[in-house]
């Protein structure tokens, strides 16, 4: 079954840099959007940042705008999170998931997750 595997996370300094990396664990014809998801400890899943495939625009959380970026390789359906100015408040499990078409919301795949931890 395919699933999406995210990679790049670690423990960092407040203001340091990360890129997530999310891939398929076998190749997939297409996808609508891919999106970055988290949930920091205690809350609920939050929406980060999402890039469709058909124009490569994007949408981004307000906490993340002009931080954080989103891209996409469409060759390797692979997506790419830039995390810059990391804060102590970005501290989560980051998660990316893959929607499949636009005429629903629901997102068809989802990887397991990969810590990013931001010290003070």
């Known amino acids: 079954q395919v699933q999406l595997v995210e990679s790049g996370g670690g423990l960092v300094q407040a203001g340091d840099s990360l890129r997530l990396s999310c891939a398929p664990s076998?190749?997939?014809?297409?996808?609508?959007?891919m999106s970055w998801f988290r949930r920091a400890p205690g809350q609920e899943r939050a929406l980060v940042a999402t890039?469709?495939?058909?124009?490569?625009?994007?949408y981004y959380a307000d906490s993340v705008k002009g931080r954080f970026i989103i891209s996409g390789d469409n060759a390797k359906n692979t997506v790419y999170l830039q995390m810059n100015s990391l804060k102590p408040e970005d501290t989560a499990v980051y998660y990316c998931?893959?929607?499949?078409?636009?005429?629903?919301?629901?997102?068809?795949?989802w990887g397991q997750g990969t810590q990013v931890t931001v010290s003070s």
């Open positions: 998931a893959a929607r499949y078409f636009g005429y629903r919301p629901k997102y068809d795949l």
């Open positions: 890039i469709f495939r058909s124009d490569e625009s994007t």
């Open positions: 076998e190749r997939i014809s297409s996808y609508y959007a």
